[in-house]
């Protein structure tokens, strides 16, 4: 079965500093996808960014980017400039590749900003 | 485009009752997924509609139940309701099939269920 560990519950991080979010997953498949979702207050789960197990490349979208590291099974989300709009519970989440199926989620960490 | 939709906002039951959530995908999206997310834990897999179809189903018991219909839009059903059923259901959509990323999940606002 696979799972997905967030071992960090809480983090804070100043404006305009950097943090990083942990994340480790498990799993016996080869292809798969991983996801980075925020919750904000409102509880609307948003999509930040999504890595394909196949490419290499680490994904970025603006401030956010991934270290994706397959053997080690490791998929942590870097936020850089942290702004007061980032403040959420940020979620892992796994998928096997090919037909769409359930995700896998973390147990999420809340990310505090502080000025 | 519109987004995921669901209804109600809130839903205050007594335990023993019976719940019903509904849930309408984005235009163009056949698969609806159900997911839990109790107080401190991560959102917990439930159910997974496809066509009008079951696909999958996470470990809930069978008090935990739902349909998809012809629009695609879907309802999860919770009977014989427990203190411990009191949570947020979120419910998300998706295109069906293929490869492809565009299988992201979409996700709604919720419904937070509270059974006093």
């Known amino acids: 079965a696979q799972t997905v560990t967030q071992s960090q519950p809480e983090m804070s991080v100043q404006e305009a500093e950097t943090v990083t979010l942990s994340c480790t997953y498990d799993t016996s498949e080869s292809d798969y996808y991983l996801f980075w979702y925020k919750q904000p207050p409102s509880r609307q789960m948003i999509l930040v960014i999504r890595?394909?197990?196949?490419?290499?490349q680490n994904a970025t979208e603006n401030r956010f980017s991934v270290n994706f590291q397959k053997a080690a099974k490791s998929f942590s989300l870097k936020i850089s400039d942290s702004q007061l709009g980032d403040a959420a519970m940020y979620f892992c989440?796994?998928?096997?590749?090919?037909?769409?199926?359930?995700?896998?989620f973390g147990t999420g960490t809340r990310l505090q900003v502080t000025l | 485009e519109a987004g995921v939709t669901q209804s109600p906002t809130h839903l205050i039951k007594t335990r023993g009752q019976q719940a019903t959530l509904r849930c309408s995908p984005i235009s163009g999206h056949t698969s609806v997924y159900w997911y839990q997310q109790a107080l401190g834990l991560g959102l917990q897999f439930l159910l997974w509609?496809?066509?009008?179809?079951?696909?999958n189903r996470g470990n809930f018991p069978p008090r935990f139940s739902g349909r998809q219909f012809p629009n695609y839009s879907s309802e999860l059903n919770v009977n014989a309701l427990e203190l411990e059923d009191s949570a947020l259901y979120l419910c998300?959509?998706?295109?069906?099939?293929?490869?492809?990323?565009?299988?992201?999940?979409?996700f709604g606002p919720g419904t937070r269920l509270t059974v006093t």
């Open positions: 890595q394909e197990a196949y490419k290499q």
């Open positions: 998300a959509s998706s295109r069906a099939g293929g490869r492809s990323g565009r299988l992201e999940q979409y």
């Open positions: 509609y496809d066509e009008g179809e079951e696909r």
């Open positions: 989440a796994y998928r096997v590749t090919g037909t769409a199926s359930k995700l896998t």
